[in-house]
């Protein structure tokens, strides 16, 4: 595992308990996840868990901040885009 620094990755504050959107699991390719947004047109995704139920939500910034990222490669999920705002300035890759 390599971390690599992302700068900042802002957060959203969205009610998953009534949120309504766009919704995509963790696994989901990060280059996935911005074309859906951008088809719906929409800033943020909510992610969900292997029963459907909303555990977070990702925006388009954050997905952003870690393409534009030097370490960046098309392997990386949404799950780990997630893991920034645990460990600020970090993300780690499994190779």
Same mark, same amino acid.
Do not use: H
């Given at each position: ?55 977070? %939500? ?14 960046? %490669? ?19 890759? %499994?190779?």
């Amino acid at each position: 595992m390599q971390p690599f620094s992302a700068g900042p990755v802002p957060a959203v504050a969205v009610d998953l308990r009534d949120a309504s959107g766009p919704r995509v699991r963790g696994d989901m390719t990060v280059e996935v996840a911005l074309s859906i947004m951008a088809g719906a047109g929409v800033g943020y995704l909510l992610v969900c868990d292997e029963d459907d139920q909303c555990t977070d %939500s990702v925006t388009a910034a954050q997905l952003a901040a870690v393409r534009a990222g030097s370490a960046y %490669s098309d392997r990386i999920r949404v799950r780990d885009v997630l893991g920034l705002r645990r460990t600020p300035g970090a993300l780690a890759l %499994s190779r």
